[in-house]
């Protein structure tokens, strides 16, 4: 964050962090919000760790269920979503 007289403190964005063949890790606290109805997700505590295989039994929350499944989540270099 940084102070400057008369502004109001900024926040650095989150960083997010892929993991070889498992979820999306967010560390700094942030809004996540539901795609579909855009209410708001409250996690209990950051780190959090998104799932990407699909597989999770506790979506949006990764639950290790990428292990099993052969889940492979290679970043394609130079991909621009």
Known sequence: M???PGKPPTRDKPN?????NGPLQIREPC???D???QKEIVPKKFPVYLCR?????NKPFCDGAHNGMGFDGT???GADG
Do not use: N, R
């Open 2 to 4: 940084s102070d400057h």
């Open 16 to 20: 997010v962090t892929f993991f070889k």
């Open 75 to 77: 970043c394609v270099p």
């Open 53 to 57: 295989c699909g597989g999770s039994q």
């Open 35 to 37: 795609g579909d109805t």
């Open 31 to 33: 809004k996540l919000f």
